[in-house]
């Protein structure tokens, strides 16, 4: 099982970087894929998350508007569109694949199997 994320890096404020999650070795139509963001000294952020059933979406409140989730089965590719983003945005950046995540829980990186190692993105002038 693998997830790769890609994308990350430096970013001026106001930018709109467009993270990938790359999946492989497991049934990814089965699977709701997060996107979650952690910084130091905080636990990871779920910060949006693509249903498998359905590609229902889910937004973290500050991310509402500025972010835009996909996801292409044919390719087994999650990309996350960001735009406009702010300092506050920083922060590693990781994707998540989940079976059977609860709906109450879709942000709850414990009810996720299968990680990726992150990317790293930096909002900065």
């Known amino acids: 099982v693998q997830l790769v994320e890609s994308g990350g890096g430096l970013v001026q404020p106001g930018g709109s970087p467009r993270l990938s999650c790359a999946a492989s070795?497991?049934?990814?139509?089965?699977?709701?894929i997060a996107w979650f963001r952690q910084v130091p000294g905080k636990e990871r952020e779920g910060i949006s998350c693509?249903?498998?059933?359905?590609?229902?979406?889910y937004y973290a409140p500050s991310m509402k508007g500025r972010f835009t989730i996909a996801r292409d089965n044919a390719e087994n590719m999650v990309p996350l569109q960001m735009d406009s983003l702010k300092p506050e945005d920083t922060g590693v950046y990781y994707c998540?694949?989940?079976?059977?995540?609860?709906?109450?829980?879709?942000?709850?990186?414990?009810?996720?199997?299968?990680w990726g190692q992150g990317t790293q993105v930096t909002v900065s002038s």
């Open positions: 998540a694949a989940g079976n059977g995540v609860p709906e109450i829980q879709k942000d709850v990186p414990g009810r996720y199997d299968y």
């Open positions: 070795g497991f049934i990814f139509d089965d699977y709701a």
């Open positions: 693509i249903r498998s059933t359905d590609g229902e979406t």
